[in-house]
């Protein structure tokens, strides 16, 4: 699954620069994350960094229209960073 921010986001600008994928831009009214980019941070730490860091109970949640495997979030992992 990628990770998806909810209304509850409040602009606080804490999870944009963590993320390791550049998956995280400010949308039109709050934050967004760029499906095609989210890995989760698999490959580059064992917990998603963005929910680690945001204040808000519930302004990041897992998609539930993104469902993916572990091995396609590696997968996009290994062509995020051109390692194929
Ligand atoms: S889970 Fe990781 S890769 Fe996905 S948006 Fe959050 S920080 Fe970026
Ligand atoms: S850390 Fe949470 S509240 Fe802050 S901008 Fe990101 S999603 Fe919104």
Redesign the pocket.
Known sequence: MALL?TE?????????PECPNQA?SLGEA??QINTDCCTECVGHYAAPT?LS????DH??ITDPDCQESNARLWEKFVVLHHLA
């Not at 509850?8 to 999870?15: R, S």
């Not at 860091?53 to 808000?56: E, G, H, L």
């Open positions: 921010i509850k986001c409040i602009n606080c600008d804490m999870c944009e995280i709050i934050y963005c860091v945001c204040p808000i302004a990041i």
